[in-house]
């Protein structure tokens, strides 16, 4: 569809103020919001690769994320049209380290449209305002953590340590997820949930709320 090859490309060039318009171009033609971020998550794996190559460099990175955040932001009304009974309370974050926040905000975003209400704490945050946010929220039944850099994937288990010598481990229950996290990573660091993308970490928090 020439729409979304555009999206890829715009999104892949960092071209914010385009991104957006073909999002709602994409929307007005009946494409599926699902196909549509798949084309803004494809250009974004794209500019991974050519930065793993030394193709280019943390710049373009940064502006392909802006791009992407824009069309993002026309998408989340569709997105998230769950319509859905509300469920309960969690909060979400990029752990401590970590600025990568693209990811987390899809999470929040299909999480929401499960009828959660989901505090974002934001990105690179330290294990003590995560329980510093529990102790605050008794009704927060969830913590969502986010980790996109195998540097940063130590601190999921720094944050969860910490909620357990808070004694707040009974508390909540907690999501875990990023590119290079996994089932056997979330297992062994005491997770209770790992899920590879937003869609299903949506499917699964309502579980933890039944
Ligand atoms: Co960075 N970066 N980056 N980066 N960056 C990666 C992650 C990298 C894979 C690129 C590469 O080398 N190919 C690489 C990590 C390598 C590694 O650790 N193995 C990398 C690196 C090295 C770095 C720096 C160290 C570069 C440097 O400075 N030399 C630096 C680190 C900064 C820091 O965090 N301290 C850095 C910086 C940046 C920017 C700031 C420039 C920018 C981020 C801007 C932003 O987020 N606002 C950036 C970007 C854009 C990327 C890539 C290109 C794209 C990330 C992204 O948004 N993907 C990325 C390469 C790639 O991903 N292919 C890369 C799209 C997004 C939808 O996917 O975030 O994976 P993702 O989220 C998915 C799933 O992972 C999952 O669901 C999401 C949606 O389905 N998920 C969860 C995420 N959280 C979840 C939580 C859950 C469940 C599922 O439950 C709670």
Redesign the pocket.
Known sequence: MAVLDDLREKTMKGKRKETGPLVQQALDEGIDPQEI?DA??DA?????????KGEC??????V???A??AGTDVLKPAMAAGGAEPLGHAV?G?VK???????????RM?IEGKGVEIDDLG??VPPETFVEYIKDHPECKVV?????????MPALEETIKAIEDAGLRDNVKI???????TQEFADQIGAD?????????AE??AEFYK
């Open positions: 971020l803004m998550i974004m794996g794209v500019i991974g690769d050519r930065f793993s460099f943390v710049p373009e990175m940064l392909a994320a802006r992407m955040s979400i990029t380290g970590d600025m990568h926040d693209i990811g987390k905000n899809l999470v299909m990105v690179d969502c953590l986010s980790a996109l850099l195998t540097t940063t999501m875990v997820g990023g590119a290079p996290v949930a790992y899920t590879p993308d937003a869609g299903a970490a699964r928090i």
